[in-house]
């Protein structure tokens, strides 16, 4: 028996089934899929929806889904036409056999037990949501701190946990060496109940068919404020660490990135029932960004962003969303 099959058999597989929507990028999620599956706790289902445009992208990725059957992980791969990270994240829990979907991005990296830390606290009924513990990460400064709150990017009451702001950005405080209570997750790497998602009536937002972080925040945030009303726990664990690689293989064009934030945060703003000062708090945060892109050298898209906002502010509210 060699050495490579006596490591195999090593593997503990547990029931988790991990959705990775891809958009033209072929290496970065060889290298996810292989993370997944170097680990000495592997999902038992990994679930690829690939919305890549190129046929040779295309069969790179198949390449890497078909590789699970070597550790007797379910490797389900879909192609999906029309690229849209939210349409892709619903298919793949439709598709999932696992009650834990662990929503996943498609340029991490693994430690040998991050999959089995998050499957430890979701195999206890007292907990909805798991995030992971995101490295490397720079302790955060008192100055930056003092910065994210006078912006309204932050609650000072709230710097110690996970939390939406007003103005409809999400703040993630510093995890070190306990777990943290959040009301939000970012959508790289975070672990929900599909029995609990379909109770609560909650499904990723298709109006919103971009890659940004507001759908991620939109699912979440419905998501953690179901749970707590039935007093389920949603934290970020701070054991199960990963690496969010931040791939810079594909990128949307900085324009369409802008405009999905400004109008992305539009949108959640009236879904949400943000009231009057809310409404401020939004502003606020617009201006006081795109200040600090004036800074920079890069606020026109921002601007272009905004001014579309102001001309087609009932259409976004009512869910029309155009990013071109």
């Not at 999932?96 to 340029?107: E, G, K, P, Q, R």
Request: hydrophobic share 40%; with cysteine; proline share 3%.
């Amino acid at each position: 028996m060699t050495t490579e099959t006596n490591d195999e058999m090593k593997k503990k597989i547990l029931p988790v089934t991990v959705v990775i929507p891809t958009m033209n990028r072929p290496e970065s999620l060889t290298a996810t899929v292989k993370s997944y599956l170097s680990a000495s706790y592997v999902p038992g289902e990994i679930v690829v929806v690939d919305q890549s445009g190129k046929e040779e992208d295309r069969t790179i990725i198949r390449k890497a889904v078909e590789s699970c059957d070597a550790c007797a992980v379910k490797g389900i791969y879909i192609r999906l036409e029309q690229p849209s990270t939210t349409v892709s994240r619903n298919i793949g829990a439709a598709s999932a056999s696992n009650d834990i979907i662990l929503y996943s991005d498609d340029d991490i990296e693994v430690e040998n037990d991050t999959v089995f830390q998050i499957y430890s606290l979701m195999n206890n009924p007292e907990y909805a949501m798991v995030e992971g513990n995101i490295f490397p990460r720079r302790k955060i400064k008192l100055s930056t701190r003092l910065f994210v709150c006078i912006s309204g990017r932050a609650a000072f009451w709230k710097l110690g946990i996970g939390h939406v702001s007003p103005g409809m950005f999400a703040w993630m405080p510093w995890v070190e060496d306990e777990d943290i209570e959040t009301d939000w997750a970012r959508g790289c790497f975070f672990a929900v109940r599909r029995s609990l998602a379909d109770k609560w009536n909650i499904s990723w937002d298709e109006k919103m068919s971009g890659y940004a972080f507001a759908e991620d925040m939109d699912y979440t945030m419905a998501y953690s404020r179901a749970a707590r009303r039935e007093k389920l726990r949603c934290v970020i664990a701070h054991k199960a660490r990963l690496y969010h690689l931040c791939s810079r293989e594909y990128r949307i064009p900085d324009r369409q990135m802008a405009a999905r934030i400004v109008i992305n945060r539009l949108y959640l703003f009236y879904k949400h029932g943000g009231g009057f000062f809310g409404r401020l708090a939004l502003e606020w945060c617009n201006f006081i960004l795109l200040f600090s892109m004036l800074l920079k050298g890069g606020a026109a898209n921002h601007w272009a962003a905004m001014k579309y906002c102001y001309k087609h502010e009932k259409k976004i509210r009512n869910g029309e969303l155009a990013y071109e």
